[in-house]
């Protein structure tokens, strides 16, 4: 079963424009990780945030986390057509190694 | 350095046919975990090896079993091939407790 649900399941943007990601998940978690796959190839590991992180920055992208209300989103910022691809949340539940479970994604579609 | 290598890229299979699918590690990595991936779903957890063996399985039936090699590659093996085990089947391997690192993936059709 799925973990996190991400919302919306689709977006689309103009280039230029910030996309946000929204990502709810069910149990307690110990970090919260976000994903890019670009045309259902492999993974490409964004950023991870832990659970006594609120915010954090990289680059053009920023993840906040909620663990009161066991939400995370991500926000890219100026997007680029580039950015097309599907974005994916993932919790890491174990405090050893990474198990992940994934949410079924959004698709973000960035018009140039 | 490579990273997460999977092998092949493209499959087809019949149904009840076997499949081995077969990943090796990013350099450094003793830890493969495989994931199954439905279109327009995301990945599933399938299990996890270190130290040659499983350490944790997810949601899956005996049907998918897997082999760690003393060199920390894997192979992912599923019997009895089902028109629903068509899939993406992605690799990932980290260092330990380190950052997961995915491979490009091994894409199954059944038929």
């Known amino acids: 079963s799925q973990q996190g649900e991400e919302d919306p399941q689709a977006l689309s943007i103009q280039e230029g424009e910030n996309a946000t990601m929204n990502c709810s998940y069910k149990t307690s978690i110990n970090n919260l990780q976000w994903y890019r796959q670009n045309s259902g190839r492999g993974l490409v590991h964004l950023i991870l945030?832990?659970?006594?992180?609120r915010e954090k920055h990289s680059g053009r992208l920023r993840v906040t986390l909620d663990t009161s209300k066991k939400s995370s989103s991500l926000l890219i910022t100026a997007s680029r057509a580039a950015d097309t691809a599907s974005y994916f949340c993932a919790t890491d539940t174990s405090t050893g190694r990474r198990a992940l479970t994934f949410g079924s994604g959004t698709r973000l579609q960035v018009q140039p | 350095d490579a990273g997460v290598t999977q092998s092949p890229t493209h499959l087809i299979k019949t149904r009840g046919q076997q499949v081995t699918l077969r990943c090796s590690p990013k350099?450094?990595?003793?830890?493969v975990s495989w994931y199954q991936q439905a279109l327009g779903q995301g990945p599933q957890f399938i299990f996890q090896y270190y130290e040659e063996e499983e350490r944790q399985r997810g949601n899956f039936p005996d049907r998918f079993s897997g082999h760690q090699f003393p060199n920390y590659s894997s192979e992912l093996n599923v019997n009895a091939l089902l028109l629903g085990d068509s899939a993406l089947y992605l690799c990932?391997?980290?260092?330990?407790?380190?950052?997961?690192?995915f491979g490009q993936g091994t894409r199954l059709t059944v038929v």
């Open positions: 350099s450094g990595h003793d830890t």
């Open positions: 945030i832990r659970s006594n992180e």
């Open positions: 990932a391997s980290s260092p330990g407790t380190g950052e997961a690192f």
